[in-house]
C-alpha cells in the first residue's frame, strides 16, 4: 500500500502561481502513474496531469501551457507548478497514484484558492 501527502496549497491571487508537492511512501517500489486531480466546489472530481515512471505526460486541455508536472524518482514525489492561475483552477487538488498492479492511491487532498 502507498501513503501520499500533499503540500504546497494556499490562497493566491489571479495570475499568480503555486507549486503542488506530493510525496509517497509505503509500497513505492510498485509506483507507476503518479498524477494530480481536482475537485471544485459542486463539481466532480477531474484529472489535471498525469507522469508515468518513464516521464510520459498528460495533461487536461484546460491546463495545458499553464501547469507543468514533474517526478522525482529518487525522492518518491510528484510535483505541479502551476502558473497563470485563474479563478476557475479553485479547487481541492488531489495526488494520486497507480501500482503496476493498476491499485490506485489517493491523498488527502489539498485546497488551491485563486482570488480574482
Known amino acids: 500500500q502507498v501513503q501520499l501527502v500533499e503540500s504546497g496549497g494556499g490562497l493566491v491571487q489571479a495570475g499568480g502561481s503555486l507549486r503542488l508537492s506530493c510525496a509517497a511512501s509505503?509500497?513505492?517500489?510498485?509506483?507507476?502513474?503518479m498524477g494530480w486531480f481536482r475537485r471544485a466546489p459542486g463539481k466532480q472530481r477531474e484529472l489535471v496531469a498525469t507522469?508515468?515512471?518513464?516521464?510520459?505526460?498528460n495533461y487536461d486541455d484546460s491546463v495545458k501551457g499553464r501547469f507543468t508536472i514533474s517526478r522525482n524518482n529518487a525522492k518518491n514525489t510528484v510535483y505541479l507548478e502551476m502558473n497563470s492561475l485563474k479563478s476557475e483552477d479553485t479547487a481541492v487538488y488531489y495526488c494520486?497514484?497507480?501500482?503496476?498492479?493498476?491499485?490506485?492511491?489517493w491523498g488527502q487532498g489539498t485546497q488551491v484558492t485563486v482570488s480574482s
Open positions: 507522469i508515468t515512471s518513464g516521464g510520459g505526460t
Open positions: 494520486y497514484c497507480r501500482s503496476a498492479s493498476h491499485y490506485d492511491s
Open positions: 509505503g509500497s513505492i517500489f510498485s509506483i507507476n502513474t
